[in-house]
């Protein structure tokens, strides 16, 4: 394709976010809650400069690469500029439809456009994730060294430029994905019929997390189905500029659950809870499935709104421990939740919950960006592990499965005793429940 061709597909694609991108009145109030600006201090890495940046595609002014690219690709996605905007600027929608122009228009060498579609593939899929895990771990195993996986191949295969270090990792990950039983049954009189949705990392990395959920939401009187078929939820696909083949996902998840005829669909990873909830604008306007992805997204709930208000009767055991509570974007900025996890945590008996410094602002995980953009992601992840230590807790909390991760490794490579963990984890210990996990919480 032609450059002069490319430029004018590029601003037909951006042309038709023009209505979304005049929204933005340049006030700047957006500025200092956005992480990458923070630590850059530059205007084009800032929300207000991205949007300009698109805009001038839009209206056949810049070209979408080089410098624009980079700008953009630098963005994580984080949403934080839109809590800040005062004129409810949608920027993950511009963001998010822009990253899908640029993937289908070919933007990037190909080496790095099929590195990416392979990873896509390898990340949404329970099989497959394991399997990279065990030989992304084999060094380490064969070394007898602690777990870790090497960033720098998968950054490499991303675009980026793999200098980002290794993940540490709790545990080896098992070969075979943790299943979770199709159906539980509420333990006494069943107030729920709950659909869960089961993750693609989840039962890979945090299998734990899957079954306090189960247990917690058994215990507090739900019927937990998980119902066969269910697949990812399309999050990294819509976050990354694969609009289409997240729509087919959320197409296949929404006949799955229909058909479970839950009363409500519980999440409890932030960026899935998050997608599901937006399914709808995966459709064109006007389209039944846009219609029918709404109907579907009333019933989504993340596990904290479904739990704050049934731990509020519930017999729970005192947990004598200092917890902070990092917000995972996804969920603050995302689906609006800060206070139901805060509630379920300080419902807790003997549970002290102290506050943590830019809880809000991103850890740097932002679902493959700390591989794609390992230098920001680190400089991020330096300073919540520098804002947790702060706090003189012991457990961070945090709703989502990248940033424990992200955060867990920070920590052990910082040679804190922090642990992080899912505030779910926390619950089903005040609720006596069993947990697995080598971070897993004790009772003191
Ligand atoms: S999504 Fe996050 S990183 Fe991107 S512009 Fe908004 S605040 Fe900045
Ligand atoms: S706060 Fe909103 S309107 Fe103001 S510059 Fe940022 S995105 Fe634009």
Same mark, same amino acid.
């Given at each position: ?6 430029g ?19 006030c ?7 992480p ?9 890495d ?16 810049a070209?979408?690469?080089g ?7 630098v ?25 899908t122009?640029?993937?289908e ?10 590195g990416?579609?392979?990873l ?10 394991? &399997?990279?895990? %065990?030989?992304?771990?084999? $060094? /380490? !195993? #064969?070394? @007898?060294?602690? *777990?870790? =996986? ?18 540490? &990792?709790?545990? %080896?990950?098992?070969?075979? $994905? /943790? !299943? #979770?039983? @199709?159906?539980? *049954?509420? =333990? ?30 058994s ?21 990354n500029?694969?609009?289409r ?35 709808a ?16 997204s009333?019933?989504?709930?993340d ?12 017999d729970l ?8 509570y990092h917000?995972?974007?996804?969920l603050?900025?995302?689906q ?29 995980s ?11 992601a ?26 424990q ?35 897993s919480?004790?009772?003191?």
């Amino acid at each position: 394709m032609t450059e002069s061709r490319k430029g004018r597909d590029d601003q037909t694609a951006l042309a038709r976010l023009t209505d979304e991108l005049v929204e933005c009145i340049h006030c700047g109030l957006c500025l200092e809650a956005c992480p990458t600006y923070v630590e850059l201090n530059r205007e084009e890495d800032s929300p207000r400069g991205r949007i300009y940046l698109m805009r001038s595609v839009a209206e056949g002014r810049a070209a979408l690469d080089g410098s624009v690219l980079h700008h953009l690709d630098v963005c994580l996605g984080c949403r934080a500029c839109e809590t800040a905007c005062p004129s409810d600027v949608k920027y993950g929608f511009l963001l998010e439809h822009t990253r899908t122009h640029i993937e289908e228009a070919s933007h990037r060498p190909v080496w790095q456009r099929l590195g990416r579609r392979l990873l896509m593939e390898v990340f949404t899929h329970s099989a497959t994730m394991a &399997l990279a895990m %065990f030989f992304a771990t084999l $060094p /380490s !195993r #064969l070394l @007898r060294r602690p *777990p870790s =996986a090497p960033g720098g191949i998968v950054s490499r295969i991303m675009g980026g430029h793999g200098d980002g270090g290794d993940l540490r &990792l709790e545990r %080896f990950p098992s070969l075979r $994905p /943790s !299943r #979770l039983p @199709r159906l539980t *049954p509420a =333990a006494g009189e069943k107030k729920l019929r709950v659909g869960l949705l089961e993750g693609c990392v989840m039962p890979v990395l945090f299998p734990e997390v899957n079954l306090a959920t189960v247990r917690v939401l058994s215990k507090l009187g739900c019927e937990v189905v998980v119902p066969p078929g269910q697949g990812c939820c399309g999050a990294l696909h819509v976050h990354n500029g694969y609009g289409r083949q997240a729509a087919r996902m959320a197409l296949r998840n929404m006949a799955v659950f229909e058909a479970a005829q839950c009363d409500v669909i519980v999440v409890n990873s932030a960026g899935c809870g998050s997608t599901m909830k937006e399914y709808a604008g995966l459709f064109p306007e006007g389209s039944p499935e846009r219609e029918r992805a709404a109907a579907f997204s009333v019933k989504v709930r993340d596990i904290s709104e479904v739990i704050a208000g049934l731990l509020e009767q519930a017999d729970l055991k005192p947990v004598e421990m200092t917890v902070t509570y990092h917000d995972a974007c996804h969920l603050a900025h995302g689906q609006k939740i800060r206070s139901e996890p805060r509630r379920m945590l300080s419902a807790i008996p003997g549970l002290k919950l102290v506050d943590l410094p830019e809880s809000d602002h991103c850890c740097g995980s932002a679902g493959v960006y700390s591989f794609t953009q390992p230098d920001m992601a680190v400089r991020l992840l330096k300073r919540k592990v520098a804002n947790i230590e702060s706090t003189g807790a012991e457990v961070v909390a945090t709703g989502n499965p990248g940033c424990q991760m992200w955060i867990r490794s920070g920590l052990k490579l910082e040679g804190s005793s922090v642990r992080a963990l899912h505030p779910i984890e926390i619950v089903d210990l005040a609720l006596d429940g069993a947990t697995t996990s080598g971070d897993s919480p004790s009772r003191h």
